[in-house]
């Protein structure tokens, strides 16, 4: 299970910091508080990477979506401190620009 907190800035930007990697064992929970979390007046969502090792297909899938949802109400998303192998996932599924993915600072 992966473990996850939520941090509002403000009124406009929330911020979900990952404690393990997003995959399909912990998406459908991060789901749910996601879309409890995510109120009218957020236009940013910043999805912090520096604790996950990997992602699979639903951790992609639910960063999409979050995007799509994001995209719809005129916001952005961003998704930070990528490892080198997931920054490079990202790249080869050319998610980078979409996703305004960011890897980790040395």
């Known amino acids: 299970m992966t473990s996850h907190t939520f941090q509002r800035t ?5 911020t979900v910091s990952l404690g393990g990697d997003l995959t399909a064992s912990g998406v459908p929970g991060l789901q ?3 879309k409890q979390h ?8 910043i999805f912090d990477l520096s604790g996950a090792a990997m992602l699979d297909s639903s951790g992609i899938g639910l960063l999409i ?21 997931i920054l490079q ?3 080869s599924m ?3 620009g979409r ?3 960011a890897g980790r600072q040395a």
């Open 10 to 14: 403000g009124d406009c930007t929330l």
């Open 99 to 101: 996703l305004n993915v």
């Open 65 to 85: 979506a979050s995007a799509n949802s994001m995209t719809r109400r005129n916001g952005r998303i961003r998704a930070v401190n990528a490892s080198a192998d």
């Open 32 to 34: 749910t508080e996601l």
């Open 94 to 96: 050319r998610l980078v």
């Open 89 to 91: 996932l990202f790249q």
């Open 38 to 45: 995510l109120v009218d007046t957020i236009s940013e969502l």
